[in-house]
């Protein structure tokens, strides 16, 4: 059982940063559990009761990066509610923010949070961290070693080269913050992004019938271990947490560990060793079977068809 799993009442939430005093944030949103689980450098840090979008207003699951944050914000369409502590998930209008919650979900398709909790979480935030929304319930994390881009085959020989327009990465990108890698089987992509913005991007192909049954979200920690990584022999091997997500537990993630060993997935081994060397503690790595949700950095903010309006940036 998830160490924070304990019965909360509407309002409630448990908050200890000091067990990850640095590094980027994951938050993962259950709406299965109308519960939301922050984590910081693959460490849990807390956990809230929320309020997610109602009946015919439902908040949509996929994996978002935070575009925009306003301390103070109010809704253009209902009644100039305010949505305090912002943070924007769609130009369209899904933020997370804070708001009342009584019990149950009853917004317009945000996720509200308990206002103290929703000025915690604001403060440890950047733009371009992660944001996880599941409809299922967020299982226990495990460690594993994952190699789901090792550019070699499962006896351990080189793959040969992709395609050179398969694969591109973007050294000119003048962007801070964290890395975080979203690698869709159903787009047959992977995207690298740093504080939000695309940093690389490479063709993806899939064994015929291989999935992963739902989402697992792999964070790299701190510490290396004296064996070569099978991503890049030249460096260390990192060591990684997983939360399994959106149909995914943790017996089936142990089945999923197996099945990644066989190399079901590839992509140009020069973009894996690229992505490799920008790898830091707090990096993340999402497998998923659906469509990542990112921004387009070309597009403008549109009128809003929610609860929110683009605004100033704060």
């Known amino acids: 059982m998830h160490k924070f799993l304990r019965p909360l009442r509407p309002g409630d939430y448990l908050w200890y940063p000091e067990a990850a005093p640095e590094g980027p944030v994951v938050l993962v949103v259950s709406l299965d559990e109308q519960r939301a689980y922050a984590y910081r450098n693959g460490i849990a840090i807390g956990v809230s009761t929320i309020s997610s979008g109602r009946e015919g207003k439902e908040t949509p699951t996929g994996v978002f990066t935070i575009l925009q944050k306003r301390r103070d914000h109010r809704s253009n369409l209902y009644n100039d509610a305010p949505m305090p502590y912002m943070q924007r998930l769609t130009w369209d209008g899904i933020a997370l923010h804070g708001g009342p919650l009584p019990g149950y979900p009853a917004s317009h398709g945000c996720v509200r949070l308990p206002q103290a909790f929703a000025e915690k979480l604001f403060a440890v935030t950047r733009n371009g961290d992660t944001v996880v929304v599941a409809g299922g319930p967020a299982a226990p994390a495990s460690l594993v070693h ?21 694969a591109a990465w973007n ?64 460096r260390p091997r990192h060591r990684w947490t997983a939360y399994p997500l959106l149909g995914v537990d943790a017996e089936s993630l142990a089945v999923l560990q197996l099945r990644l060993q066989q190399r079901p997935l590839r992509v140009d081994p020069a973009f894996a060793q690229r992505l490799y060397a920008a790898l830091a503690p707090g990096a993340t790595v999402l497998l998923t079977d659906l469509p990542a949700v990112r921004p387009d950095p070309s597009a403008q903010p549109r009128a809003p068809v929610l609860e929110s309006d683009p605004g100033d940036g704060s």
């Open 171 to 234: 050294d000119d990108a003048d962007v801070d913050g964290p890395l975080s890698v979203l690698v869709s089987l159903a787009q047959r992509r992977v995207y690298a992004l740093r504080d939000g913005v695309p940093v690389g991007e490479a063709a993806l192909e899939v064994e015929p019938g291989f999935e992963v049954g739902g989402s697992v979200l792999m964070v790299v920690g701190s510490e290396t271990e004296a064996v070569p990584s099978l991503i890049d022999p030249d």
């Open 146 to 166: 994952p190699a789901v881009l090792a550019p070699v085959d499962a006896a351990g020989r080189p793959l040969a080269p992709l395609p050179a327009a398969a």
